[in-house]
């Protein structure tokens, strides 16, 4: 096996050692390709476990083109790939990896849907308190919050004395949705990619609805931080 330079499509260099042959045309016309990488044979629809088991060890080792010290990129001769792909074994193992990539997706979307519905279903229970209550729970909330990022306690108190009323609410909405933060459990179901981006948009929705309802004079704020949160996690 060797380790010619080469670029990430494959492409030998057309001079020096181990030069490939060019199209008619000239010097300048542009070399065929003549290997294919990882990427290239994913574009033509083969898996790791396909590579592994057809093609077993690459034909040639390329440096990556972008980063210098990344480990060589594997390439595979072109003309043996399609040799490959021309034989029964080949069919049949494309057939049976198209099959699992089928279940996998619908097992995929089957459990997303199985979240959406729990999430839509479970009842949200909103701490009740009176609004004085409530601003001293959220002030303390607060200065807890700070207090951790303070060098001292006495900043800490600086910062969360005395809210105008918009910041008030503001902090009691964050206290609610810190106190509600045990429904994110739900979201752990729901993998990654859409189906969690689904998930946590629905489950934000019922939490700052749920919060609204059982606290009025906090529905506007509730919808702002919605509008606000919407590309966030729930409670980020």
């Known amino acids: 096996m060797t380790t010619p330079e080469q670029d990430h499509e494959g492409r030998e260099p057309a001079d020096g050692l181990g030069a490939q042959r060019v199209r008619e045309g000239g010097a ?9 990488s990882a990427a290239g044979l994913r574009s033509r629809g083969w ?8 093609l077993g060890e690459p034909d040639l080792l390329g440096v ?3 980063v210098r010290s990344a480990p060589p990129t594997r390439l595979y001769r072109v003309e043996r790939v399609e040799a490959v792909e021309r034989s029964e074994g080949f069919r049949a193992v494309a057939a ?5 990539s089928h279940a996998e997706k619908a097992a995929d979307r089957r459990r997303r849907r199985e979240v959406l519905a729990r999430i839509a279903a479970e009842p949200v229970a909103v701490p009740r308190h009176a609004p004085e209550q409530l601003a001293a729970l959220a002030v303390e909330h607060r200065r807890r919050g700070k207090e951790g990022r ?8 600086a910062v969360v004395a005395d809210p105008d009323p918009d910041t008030l609410r503001r902090w009691k909405v964050d206290y609610l949705c810190h106190r509600l933060a045990r429904y994110d459990d ?3 179901a729901a993998g990654r990619g859409p189906g969690r981006t689904a998930a946590e948009e629905l489950l934000r929705r019922r939490i700052y609805t749920a919060i609204a309802e059982a606290h009025p004079d906090l529905a506007q704020e509730c919808e702002r931080q ?3 949160r919407q590309c966030g996690p729930p409670h980020a």
Request: hydrophobic share 35%; proline share 5%.
């Open 28 to 36: 300048d016309a542009r070399p065929s390709r003549t290997h294919l």
């Open 226 to 228: 919605l509008r606000q």
């Open 64 to 66: 990556n083109p972008h």
């Open 47 to 54: 898996t790791g476990a396909m590579v592994r088991e057809l």
């Open 150 to 157: 303070a060098h001292g306690r006495e900043d800490a108190r």
């Open 96 to 100: 049976a990896a198209a099959r699992r």
């Open 186 to 188: 739900l979201l752990n």
